[in-house]
Every structure is written in C-alpha cells, then in structure tokens.
C-alpha cells in the first residue's frame, strides 16, 4: 500500500483535479482526487491529499462521474473546517 501511496502522491496536479490514472507495474488503475490542507507547521503552509478508488479494471465515464461528485462531497466539509481553522490561528497567533 505504500508503494501505492507513493505513486499517487508523486504526482504533479493542480488542487482540486481529478483523473484516472494506470499503473502498468502494480496492473491498477486509480480514479483519484487530488486536494491541499492548509497547515501552519507544513512548508508553503500547505499539505496534498488525495483519495483515490482502486481497480483492476478500467472505470468507465459514469463510475468515474460519481467518484468525482462522491470525493467532492467528502472533501467540501474538511476543507471548509481546515480553511476556518487555519484562518482563526493565523488571526489570533
């Protein structure tokens, strides 16, 4: 798993993107999010996220459709909270 970890993390992306991305090695395929937590303690005060859906098959366009609209609406209430929780330290620190 952590070479799985790795392999999606190592990625270039732009915060909020999602793709499907193909492991020839490990013969999976990804259907991953991509997203940042904003962090005091973290180099350029942000840490990457991701959260992917795992498979040995190829997801078709509709199954791709609903992991987007499933890990946005896991993502929206942890970023909201982080971004409040972020700007409430950087106001009263």
């Known amino acids: 798993m952590d070479n799985v970890a790795l392999w999606l993390m190592s990625a270039e992306v732009i915060n909020g ?3 499907i991305v193909y492991n020839q090695q ?4 990804a259907c991953v999010h991509y997203s940042t937590l904003l962090d005091l ?3 350029a005060f942000q840490v990457p996220i991701s959260l992917a859906l795992l498979t040995p098959v190829k997801p078709t366009v509709a199954i791709f459709k609903e992991f987007i609209e499933t890990s946005r ?3 929206l209430p942890l970023l909201v909270c982080n971004q409040t929780l972020f700007k409430c330290h950087t ?3």
């Open 91 to 93: 106001l009263f620190d």
């Open 73 to 75: 609406h896991l993502f």
């Open 41 to 43: 303690h973290a180099r």
């Open 26 to 29: 490990m013969a999976v395929y």
């Open 17 to 19: 993107s999602s793709m």
